[in-house]
């Protein structure tokens, strides 16, 4: 099997062009897939994602993930990738030169475990991918570096404090997810994640099909409210600040693609921090 699959992506130069779960089914170019706005990962990330059918789609009929690495020359960099419901397969590549590592079962079972030194300082892509056509699932992809200082584990809720956007909360992973039907008492702290703008927010994920609607409402007594529904991987993004009444948000959306969606806690004001109650429902 080993040997099989070994033969096939030494055919297959240039596919990995996928988007976390939003890459039309077609092979693709390296080039685009660089220019796209797909997930960064960095040491420490934990990515928790789905296969499904509009992911890339390679040559071999298996779909694929892709995420962003910047490595360094001499980097130790070593890639897991489990899953409870298909066969993985991980890929660690250099869109830009020969250098590209694979591996099946490393991590025992059907799980992957792979260990390479980066030739050089440069963009990789990190590949999720299965071993059998056209099979989908769940999967958790980590990533682990012997350099100092290339990143920290996010916590399950939150973000590591460090300003940025929506897309690296999304690509730090480990964030919790949210259903409908439930409703989330949390609390925004110094500690969370650092917008840009200089406020904390939250991020919850979604796994959401195209067509659906979804109401989300934020409410606070401590703080102005700010809510974000953001598609990580795409362009769409919805803000809401005093929807609910008062200073709750609340908002109404059409989810225009499949794939995972981020509804983000936020708040209007620089520096807020307290109690919050995030719910989602159907309208």
Request: charged share 15%; proline share 4%; aromatic share 8%.
């Amino acid at each position: 099997m080993r040997a099989l699959r070994f033969l096939l992506v030494a055919a297959s130069p240039l596919l990995f062009t996928a988007m976390p779960a939003q890459a039309q089914s077609a092979s693709g170019d390296i080039g685009s897939f660089l220019r796209s706005n797909g997930g960064t990962l960095t040491s420490g990330s934990t990515v928790n994602g789905v296969l499904q059918s509009g992911d890339l789609l390679r040559s071999d009929g298996t779909y694929a993930d892709g995420y962003l690495y910047n490595g360094q020359a001499g980097e130790q960099l070593t890639v897991t990738l489990r899953s409870d419901q298909f066969d993985t397969w991980v890929v660690v590549d250099d869109p830009n030169s020969s250098f590209r590592e694979t591996n099946d079962d490393g991590d025992g079972g059907t799980n992957s475990r792979l260990t390479v030194t980066l030739p050089r300082t440069a963009t990789y892509i990190i590949v999720a991918n299965s071993l059998t056509k056209g099979a989908t699932g769940s999967y958790s992809l980590t990533v682990q570096s012997n350099r100092s200082g290339a990143g920290n584990s996010a916590s399950s809720g939150a973000a590591a404090t460090g300003g940025g956007e929506l897309s690296a909360m999304f690509a730090r992973g480990g964030l919790p997810r949210i259903a409908i039907g439930q409703s989330v008492n949390g609390q925004l702290t110094s500690s969370d994640f650092l917008r840009t703008d200089g406020t904390y927010a939250d991020g919850f994920l979604y796994n959401a099909m195209a067509g659906e609607k979804l109401k989300i409402t934020l409410r606070s007594k401590e703080f102005d409210s700010w809510l974000v529904v953001d598609e990580p991987n795409g362009p769409f993004r919805e803000t809401n600040d005093d929807g609910g009444g008062d200073n709750d948000s609340q908002m109404i959306v059409t989810i225009p693609r499949s794939g995972p969606y981020l509804i983000v806690a936020n708040t209007v004001s620089k520096g807020t921090t307290g109690a919050y109650t995030l719910s989602l429902s159907r309208p």
